[in-house]
């Protein structure tokens, strides 16, 4: 599963891909730091130990992007359009996650609760997991070239979708 870094990237991709990045400076920290907080928060049910679970789904991101379009969170200007952006935000989140190798069972996400409550897996290894056991032998080093892997591999995307959205200029 991915860090922190690697979804906080994804969600602005993601978002970005529908809220098109503010020009004035105020603005894009706040969509910025909206968006990555909402690429990150699936994994707030480690919490309550249901991690992979009802959170990493297609229904928690529809549930998510409703309460956004309806409290008008400043991640776009339209409420259609901020229903969009929390909702790929939300969901790049369990995508990334299916496409890093799970070692923890339940093996994979519940993507499509509440539909179903099958775990998917690509089975594809794009990102290396990310050690929670801070006992475990190489915890610093395997998390920390996990992290810059997952940089090397999402800030390109999230740059160039910055860019072809036609940001211009901080």
């Given at each position: 599963m991915p860090s922190p870094v690697g979804h906080s990237l994804g969600a602005l991709a993601a978002g970005w891909t529908a809220?098109?990045?503010?020009?004035?400076?105020?603005?894009?920290?706040?969509?910025?730091?909206?968006?990555?907080l909402l690429g990150c928060a699936p994994d707030l049910d480690l919490l309550i130990g249901r991690h992979s679970r009802e959170t990493h789904s297609i229904g928690a991101a529809v549930i998510v992007a409703s309460f956004a379009a309806l409290l008008r969170l400043p991640v776009a200007r339209t409420r259609p359009r901020i229903g969009c952006a929390a909702f790929?935000?939300?969901?790049?989140?369990p995508l990334l996650d299916m496409l890093s190798l799970d070692t923890s069972v339940p093996l994979g996400v519940m993507f499509l609760w509440p539909f179903?409550?099958?775990?998917?897996?690509?089975?594809?290894?794009?990102?290396?997991?990310i050690y929670r056991n801070y006992h475990e032998a190489g915890f610093v080093t395997h998390n920390l070239l996990a992290t810059v892997r997952e940089f090397?591999?999402?800030?390109?995307?999230?740059?160039?979708?910055w860019w072809r959205r036609g940001h211009r200029g901080i």
């Open positions: 809220a098109r990045p503010p020009a004035e400076r105020r603005a894009l920290v706040v969509q910025t730091a909206l968006l990555a790929l935000a939300w969901i790049s989140h179903s409550t099958t775990h998917y897996q690509t089975g594809w290894s794009v990102f290396a997991s090397a591999i999402m800030a390109p995307v999230a740059a160039l979708v």
